[in-house]
């Protein structure tokens, strides 16, 4: 069997603007996948607000290593500026405690 490459690929709208991707890998703190649960409640609002969407969140297969990620999470964003302005989002600043405690860490790829 020949092991195939697959190109990442990035949506364009109509508008000719690339879609940006962003994969989150997540290791939760103290309060656990539920302190997880939570915190997105409250932020996935705002994703949206800013035109994102969360495409996908899983726990990852081989979760018992403690290195591996609790959560990943894919979320799209239609542009550069609209993933810019999400970050800058007051409502985002707001929830830094919030989200510091339930996130001990946190890796962030983005597609270009």
Same mark, same amino acid.
């Given at each position: 069997?020949?092991?195939?490459?697959?190109?990442?690929?990035?949506?364009?709208?109509?508008?000719?603007?690339?879609?940006?991707?962003?994969? #989150?890998?997540?290791?939760? *703190?103290? +309060?656990?996948? &539920?302190?997880?649960?939570?915190?997105?409640?409250?932020?996935? %609002?705002?994703?949206?607000?800013?035109?994102?969407?969360?495409?996908? #969140?899983?726990?990852?297969? *081989?979760? +018992?290593?403690? &290195?591996?990620?609790?959560?990943?999470?894919?979320?799209?964003? %239609?542009?550069?500026?609209?993933?810019?302005?999400?970050?800058?989002? #007051?409502?985002?600043?707001?929830?830094?405690?919030?989200?510091?405690?339930?996130?001990?860490?946190?890796?962030?790829?983005?597609?270009?």
């Amino acid at each position: 069997m020949v092991a195939q490459t697959m190109e990442p690929t990035t949506k364009v709208p109509s508008s000719g603007v690339s879609m940006i991707h962003v994969l #989150a890998m997540l290791h939760a *703190g103290n +309060e656990g996948i &539920e302190g997880l649960r939570s915190y997105e409640s409250k932020v996935i %609002p705002i994703i949206g607000k800013h035109g994102g969407r969360l495409l996908s #969140a899983f726990k990852p297969f *081989g979760h +018992e290593n403690p &290195e591996s990620s609790d959560e990943i999470h894919l979320i799209e964003f %239609p542009s550069q500026s609209a993933l810019d302005a999400y970050r800058a989002d #007051a409502k985002v600043s707001a929830l830094a405690d919030e989200s510091d405690a339930v996130i001990a860490a946190t890796t962030i790829y983005l597609s270009e």
